[in-house]
């Protein structure tokens, strides 16, 4: 028999099994040996009153042996499948990838950027040299703009679908298998790129195929039937089927949709700064001590406010975190921010943001292209503003 509790664990006893089975005895009255084994199933910290706990969900196996889990994927060749393009291996790309192999059908997927460890010496270079790589930076390469870019992997919206086939696609891949209970999973920056690269694997081993360095700046189409892509270097592939999974940056694709007369239209956005804080304040505010325990991970914050009707919130919120230059384009600054898996960096960062709707920027009910000129003006003036 498998019974579900949720119980109070104090930090230091996290991981602690025989006091979190004792926990378990106590509360559902059975006998010590009973009790064969347990499986946390969610946890989060709860931090409301002074003594903060863990509050979890566990599952204790009663006169049973819990069964270990296996995270394998089955999937089947696709080397013969009726191929579909996929234009961009960012989390849109790779996933819709994965997706194809689990319907049969063969994924080509083409990326303007470099492959993910190939993208490194890039950013190397933006960091120290403030030299962007249109092609190749934080939003563009392999694993699109997740990657180098902290691996939060929680969502606010319940209407998302399967969250848990996601999280336990990364733990097949090589996350840890902490994302699935913790309450916000998180996978790092510095070991999303091994899972990325363990994803391509996937895709490659059962049929599907990766082109790199190489931008798509045409889909081909006749008679209003797709029929593939032309590359930058006028190459062309066919196929009767295209994703477009080219991300919010790839603002070239937005006016190739322009011009070939297929419908887009301007989407509010959220729009703000980064605000950075000694990471110390925030645990002191958040645990209510001097100093954080260290049997407690960095603390996180949330946001929300109204002003004048409208909503001021945080969002991307990197306890322990670095802030990043984002751009794509030399003449603009814009930011971003991401932590490594043990969070330990001495500053907190998140985006502060409001919302901008399509009745702050003229025209753009009218012109699709208002909000993103718009949003460009602003990290134009940026860089200006910050000494180029
Ligand atoms: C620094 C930073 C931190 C972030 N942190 C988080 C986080 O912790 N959690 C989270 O959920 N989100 C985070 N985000 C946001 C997240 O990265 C994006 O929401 C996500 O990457 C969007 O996925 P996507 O596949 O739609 O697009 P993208 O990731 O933008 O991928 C699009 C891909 O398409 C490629 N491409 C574009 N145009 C072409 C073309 N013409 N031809 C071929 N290839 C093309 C690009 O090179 C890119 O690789 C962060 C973003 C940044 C920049």
Redesign the pocket.
Known sequence: MQKEIEIAILPERIEDDQYILQQGIKALKVQPQQVKGYKIRKRSIDARSKQVVYRARVIYYIDELPVPEIYENNFKSVKDGKPVII????????FAAIRCIERGLKPIV????KKVQDRRRDLAKLNREGIVNP?SN?????????T??????YTRSNKRGDVDKVLRLFVSHGATTDILVNARP?IGTNKLPNIIEAMRESVLEFGGEFHFD????DILESFGQVRGVKLANGEEIKADHVIV??????R??FELFHRNNWLIEAKAFALGVRIEHPQAIIDQAQYHCQVRSEHLPPAYYSLVEQVNDRGVFSF?MCPGGVI?P?ATDLDEIVV???SPSKRNNPHANSGTVIQINLEDVANAHKDPFALLNFQKEIERKAFAVGGG
């Open positions: 234009i961009g291996a960012g989390p849109a790309g790779l083409i990326e303007r950027g092609e934080y939003c563009f390469g392999e694993g699109g703009a997740g180098y870019s902290d691996g939060k992997l998180h190489q931008r798509v700046d999974a080219t991300g919010h940056s790839a070239d694709i991307c990043a984002c971003n921010g991401w």
